[in-house]
C-alpha cells in the first residue's frame, strides 16, 4: 500500500517571552504576564495582550489565549504582598538621642526616679509598625520604663485655699491655691460682713474661683524591665503601635549626644513574630505569626518567576482543560461530534483507535477534521 502524505496543518511554534518590534506569525506561541498565546495571523507586530491598572489582562486583536495563568499570576502577587507586609523594609532608620534630665530616670509607675548614672532623653518622635533598637551598655535592671510616653493634659483642677492671713475677727483676708502660689486672693468685708474679692492684680472677681485650668505632663511607661538580664544583642527591642513623641531612659552614656536610637520596619506582622519581647502570652502570639510567616514563605517557593505551578504530583479530578477546552475525550466509536480546538485527541475504547484533531481547523469544524491515527 502507498504512503499517503496530508498536510493537516502547521505545528505551534514556541518564540519565548513576547518582544517589541518582533514580528510574529500564525501558531507562533509568546508568554505575556505568565500566560501564553498564540498568534492566528502572519506579520503581527502588536503585543498579545494588554494590563491596565488594576492589573486586568485583555487579549488583543490577532491573539487568542494558549495557556491562561492569570490566576496563577494574581496568587504570586497576593503572596509578593504578604511578604512585602511580613518582610523587611531595606531603609533603616536613625534617630538621635540627647540628655533631658540627667541623674533621673523614669520608673514602672511612671515617675521620675533619681540615679547619678542614668538618665532621660529629651523626646524623640517614632512611628507606627517600626522596631526600635535601644542600644544599653549594660543591663538597666528592673522597674526601669525603658520607653514612656510623654502624656500632656489640660483640664479644671479643684482648688483648695490655704489661708494665709485673718482679721481681728479671724475672718481670712488673704488665701492662697494649695497648687499655685500665683493664685492669690485678698478678701475685705463691708459693714454688714459681705465680702469683697480681689485677685493678685487687683481685680475684682464675684467669688474665689472653684478650679483653675492646668496643664500637666507625666509619662505613660511603654516598656518595663522584668528582670536584669541584657539582650544578647546588645539592644533592647520596642514594637511601636503608633505615632507617638517618648522619652527614653538608660545609663547616661547611652542616651547621651551622638547615640542614636536604631529603628527597622518589618511589618507589623513580621515585626511581632520576630522580634517580639514579653509576657509567656505574648510569646504564644509571636509563635503564631512566626509560623503564618513561614508558611507564607514555603507557598511563594511553590510559584516560580515563570507563572508555573510547582508540585512533587498532580491528583487531577478530571481530564485537564486549556483555554477552556477539554484536550483529551474518550467514547464508544469514532468521534460524531467535530473538534472544537486545534489538536484535540480521542480514543475509541470500543475500536481502540487514537484520533487527533488538525492543527489548523475550518471556520466551521466538522467531524472531517478529526484524523485517525492508527
Known sequence: MANVTEIIGRLPVYRGIYAGGVTYYKYNLVTLYGSTYMCKADGVTDPPATKDEDGKVTVNKNWTVWADASEVEYI????????????????ALSVALSVGKSGKYVDSAGQEASNASMSISAPVQLKAGNIYLFPSSQAVGTGVALFARQVTNTYDKVIVYTTLEEDSEGRPVKVQADYDASLVY?????????????????????SLPATHQVTES???????????????????????????????????????????????????????????????????????????????????????NAGHLKVDMLDMADLPLIC????????????ADPPTSPFQEYYDVTGQKFYKAKGELSTYPAVSDWLALN
Open 218 to 304: 507625666f509619662y505613660e511607661p511603654l516598656f518595663r524591665t522584668n528582670d536584669a538580664t541584657m539582650p544578647k544583642s546588645g539592644h533592647y527591642l520596642f514594637l511601636c503601635t503608633k505615632d507617638m513623641d517618648v522619652v527614653l531612659s538608660g545609663y547616661t552614656a547611652d542616651v547621651s549626644s551622638g547615640k542614636n536610637l536604631l529603628g527597622v520596619r518589618y511589618g507589623v506582622f513580621a515585626s511581632i513574630a520576630t522580634n517580639f519581647v514579653g509576657s509567656p502570652g505574648q510569646k504564644v502570639i509571636a509563635q503564631a505569626f512566626a509560623e503564618l510567616y513561614a508558611r507564607v514563605k514555603v507557598l511563594e517557593s511553590l510559584v516560580d
Open 324 to 335: 477552556g477546552e477539554r484536550m483529551y475525550m474518550t467514547g464508544e466509536g469514532a468521534p
Open 76 to 91: 504570586k502577587g497576593k503572596v509578593s504582598g504578604l511578604l512585602r507586609d511580613l518582610g523587611l523594609y531595606p531603609t
Open 186 to 206: 485678698t478678701i475685705t468685708y463691708d459693714d454688714e460682713g459681705n465680702p469683697t474679692y480681689k485677685d493678685s492684680q487687683g481685680g475684682v472677681v464675684e
